[in-house]
């Protein structure tokens, strides 16, 4: 057996994992014949380790641990063009969020942690206003993103900065946040949430 | 007077009140009321199904019972909130989700974009335009989530939506066919990845170009905010001399409808369409 076939033998038994992963989905990864219609429609699989034909391949395969550790179901942009396409209808968009959901409710550090904690920090604005704000949510991540490892290089900086000003400039950035009068409710909702980015 | 309930989605609250404007200035002008959802909150967007997707239908769905207290039809502006709202209300409505607010579901869901291109709405439009676009030749683009995937957004011409290139004949100018209507811009993915946004939105613009597109008229804030504010850094990347203005449908009816005050928001783009007007409604047709 050489380093490459290790990957394809069934890590938990296979009946196990994908039933599993159908019972609570409803998505039915068993009846892909691999033709690889979903990644050939995906417009960034080009930037993912594992394309969305193999994710659906270690699904029926048991591969759970693999799927955890990937970076391409964070990389998903949920554009749908792989569900929409599949022969087999197969909601290989709706696999892909399954194993986010599954990475975020494990406690394991997401491959991509910087799409992960955009996510999260997304809702943390949430949690406090009801409603987005883009300025709101850019200081953020860029202050979180600081303190995770990925530090941007001056020139990115320098580029983030002009872009704000030009919008602000322009009247596109909105300083003062909005707040839904019903913040209290979305925040009942949110905090039934399963697990938290583990961002180190 | 037409009346249905809205639903802006945060988009149009903060980044792209452009589209908010010009899309109240258009539907005041069409003799169409819109009744803001009381209380709306956030979608959700791709953050909260990304994370957990049990909570993420809960979002939206408190938002479908705004809706049902006005007892109308609702209109959604923004195609990322339209997507979870027709997903969400599929879900409550085939019982896969719990239903805490007892909704019912009567009134009809609809993407407003599509809803100004139906027949009756295309007939008022064709009647307030006042300086028709006639030079100008545009692409439309479409994105995703008004589209995709069909079994949720009920389109059944996802691979070759026509809405837009309706409208924007209508306003008198060109639709030009392009391959590229419903490809995605890459959503939010620019902010965490930007190499990724970089590449797609791109792959867009340089399409639109050789369909030998004046601008891109577009249904989606977030499609929007990509197509305008990623092109500063591309042109200076890739060595572009030319710029793409991005409008939003509802900005284009605007400029056809002689609308004055839908300026005030095309001041905010980056690529700045202003300049181009004039041009666009072709020779021969006065201005006021």
Redesign the interface.
């Known amino acids: 057996m050489n380093e490459h076939t290790p990957s394809l033998r069934p890590a938990l038994p296979m009946h196990l994992w994908s039933r599993a992963v159908a019972a609570e989905t409803?998505i039915n990864a068993a009846s892909c014949y691999q033709c690889l219609r979903c990644t050939n429609s995906c417009?960034?699989s080009a930037?993912m380790d594992i394309k969305p034909h193999q994710v659906v391949r270690f699904v029926q395969l048991g591969q759970r641990e693999k799927l955890l550790e990937c970076s391409s179901v964070w990389?998903c942009?949920?554009?749908?063009?792989c569900?929409?396409y599949c022969p087999n209808e197969i909601?290989v968009?709706g696999l892909m969020?399954?194993v986010?959901?599954s990475v975020?409710?494990s406690h394991k550090r997401p491959a991509?942690v910087?799409?992960?904690?955009?996510?999260?920090i997304?809702?943390e604005v949430?949690h406090k206003y009801?409603?987005?704000?883009?300025?709101q949510l850019?200081q953020r991540?860029k202050l979180k993103t600081l303190f995770t490892g990925c530090r941007p290089s001056y020139a990115?900086v320098k580029?983030d900065m002009e872009?704000a000003r030009?919008?602000f400039q322009?009247?596109?950035?909105?300083l003062a946040?909005?707040r839904?009068?019903?913040?209290r409710?979305?925040r009942s909702?949110?905090e039934?949430?399963?697990?938290r980015?583990i961002s180190s | 007077m037409i009346q249905m309930a809205y639903y802006p989605g945060c988009a149009l609250q903060s980044m792209s009140w452009d589209y908010r404007e010009s899309l109240k200035q258009v539907a005041g002008a069409l003799d169409l009321q819109l009744l803001e959802v009381e209380d709306w909150t956030c979608c959700g967007a791709t953050a909260a199904h990304s994370l957990d997707e049990r909570m993420a239908v809960m979002l939206p769905a408190r938002n479908l019972a705004g809706a049902e207290a006005l007892g109308l039809p609702l209109a959604v502006a923004c195609p990322m909130c339209f997507k979870r709202l027709a997903l969400t209300r599929k879900m409550l409505q085939e019982k896969r989700v719990d239903d805490p607010w007892r909704l019912k579901l009567d009134r009809n869901l609809l993407d407003l974009a599509r809803f100004f291109a139906s027949a009756r709405m295309l007939e008022k439009i064709r009647a307030q335009v006042r300086r028709p676009l006639t030079a100008l030749r545009v692409v439309c683009y479409y994105g995703c989530q008004v589209v995709r995937p069909p079994k949720i957004t009920g389109t059944t011409d996802y691979e070759n939506p026509r809405h837009l290139d309706r409208l924007v004949a209508a306003a008198g100018a060109a639709a030009v066919d392009w391959s590229y209507k419903a490809t995605c811009c890459g959503a939010s993915m620019g902010i965490p990845k930007k190499q990724i946004g970089l590449a797609l939105v791109a792959k867009l613009l340089v399409a639109a170009r050789a369909a030998g597109a004046q601008a891109i008229v577009v249904c989606c804030p977030l499609c929007q905010s990509n197509l305008d504010l990623l092109q500063p850094e591309l042109r200076e990347q890739q060595g572009w001399e030319w710029e793409l203005p991005i409008l939003y449908y509802t900005e284009l009816l605007g400029v056809a409808f002689n609308l004055p005050s839908i300026e005030a928001g095309l001041a905010g783009h980056l690529v700045d369409p202003r300049g181009f007007i004039e041009a666009w409604a072709g020779e021969g047709v006065s201005g006021q």
Request: charged residues 30%; proline residues 3%; negative net charge.
């Open positions: 409803g417009p960034v930037f990389v942009l949920s554009c749908e063009m569900s929409t909601d968009a969020n399954f986010k959901n975020i409710a991509e910087e799409i992960a904690l955009f996510h999260e997304f809702l949430l009801g409603r987005m704000n883009d300025l850019m991540f990115e580029k872009l030009e919008l322009r009247g596109r950035l909105k946040p909005e839904s009068r019903a913040a409710e979305i909702i949110l039934r949430r399963h697990g980015v």
